[in-house]
């Protein structure tokens, strides 16, 4: 791992008592490039999956049970982009974008959703492990940044008022992005509704212009840990609560019996048309970009 490693795929948790604020901060890094390198991407194209992934990690590690997921996922018609499609589980973090090439190439940098995507709708989905139960909530792909539509998904989904900045920078050698996620929560995390959760309480205004204040460059700065960003933003408040969350993963779960497993869900005749000269069916992931030949 090189020096400049250690303050990236992590993410620290927070909470604003006085203010009944929580949040989250992400730092991508390796993880990040990992995930990239699957694919080649034109510059444009890949900062959209690389702000995606910022926002599932952010998005994601609010779940509190062991194996719950959160699914990102935005389909489209029109534009350079068609499909992207991002998870988060327990620390592990994947995801894909496809994209057509000769259109991509196209896209000038700061670019709206709808030139990237034409039209199309962002589904944000959790799964929670224990009780199986999933909800969904969808919004359509408007506005200037993923970011601005995953706000629009908590004030019409959850009715909570959210702020979330992301940043990403990339050169020839390497990619790096991070993220602000802050929410207002008046009535407490656990047990109670939040109807009263409104964009003009006094605290949340206060909470959401300090936290608004922040940088691009401080949210991918590795010289500025995430601890030290948090009490930057927020060092005038009474009380500020961290907490280091499991350090972030590629997690491609693609393997001969994950694929099994699927493959035996469909009748006998339909796999034997799938199986190749070797009597083997291959399947091709597109996260990881690995083809398995799987017996079935």
């Known amino acids: 791992m090189r020096d400049d490693d250690t303050g990236?795929?992590?993410?620290?948790?927070?909470?604003?008592?006085?203010?009944?604020?929580?949040?989250?901060?992400?730092?991508?890094?390796p993880v990040l490039e990992t995930v990239l390198?699957?694919?080649?991407?034109?510059?444009?194209?890949?900062?959209v999956l690389a702000e995606a992934l910022v926002l599932t990690a952010l998005m994601g590690s609010l779940l509190k049970e062991d194996g719950a997921q959160l699914t990102f996922q935005a389909q489209a018609e029109g534009g350079a982009v068609d499909l992207l499609v991002c998870d988060y589980r327990d620390g592990e973090l994947r995801g894909y974008l496809r994209h057509d090439p000769d259109l991509a190439t196209r896209l000038e940098e700061d670019c709206s959703l709808e030139a990237i995507f034409g039209k199309g709708y962002l589904a944000i989905t959790f799964d929670l492990a224990v009780?199986?139960?999933?909800?969904?909530?969808?919004?359509?792909?408007?506005?200037?940044?993923?970011?601005?539509a995953c706000e629009s998904y908590f004030a019409m989904s959850e009715q909570v008022p959210t702020l979330i900045r992301v940043s990403v920078r990339s050169s020839d050698a390497r990619c790096v992005a991070g993220g602000l996620?802050?929410?207002?929560?008046?009535?407490?995390?656990?047990?109670?509704?939040?109807?009263h959760a409104k964009e003009q309480h006094p605290d949340w205004e206060h909470v959401s212009i300090m936290a608004g204040s922040v940088r691009p460059e401080e949210l991918v700065d590795p010289v500025l840990n995430l601890e030290q960003l948090v009490w930057r933003l927020f060092h005038e408040e009474e009380e500020v609560r961290v907490e280091p969350l499991e350090p972030l993963q590629r997690g491609c779960r693609c393997s001969v019996s994950y694929y099994q497993n699927i493959l035996s869900r469909f009748p006998e005749s339909e796999r034997i048309d799938m199986r190749d000269e070797t009597g083997l069916i291959p399947v091709d992931c597109a996260f990881c970009s690995k083809i398995l030949h799987i017996p079935a």
């Open 8 to 29: 990236f795929d992590r993410v620290l948790a927070f909470t604003v008592p006085a203010r009944h604020a929580r949040g989250r901060v992400v730092r991508l890094g």
């Open 37 to 47: 390198s699957a694919h080649t991407y034109p510059r444009v194209v890949k900062h």
């Open 131 to 148: 009780s199986n139960e999933r909800y969904q909530g969808v919004v359509p792909l408007e506005g200037t940044s993923l970011a601005h």
């Open 181 to 195: 996620l802050v929410q207002h929560l008046p009535d407490g995390e656990e047990g109670k509704e939040r109807l």
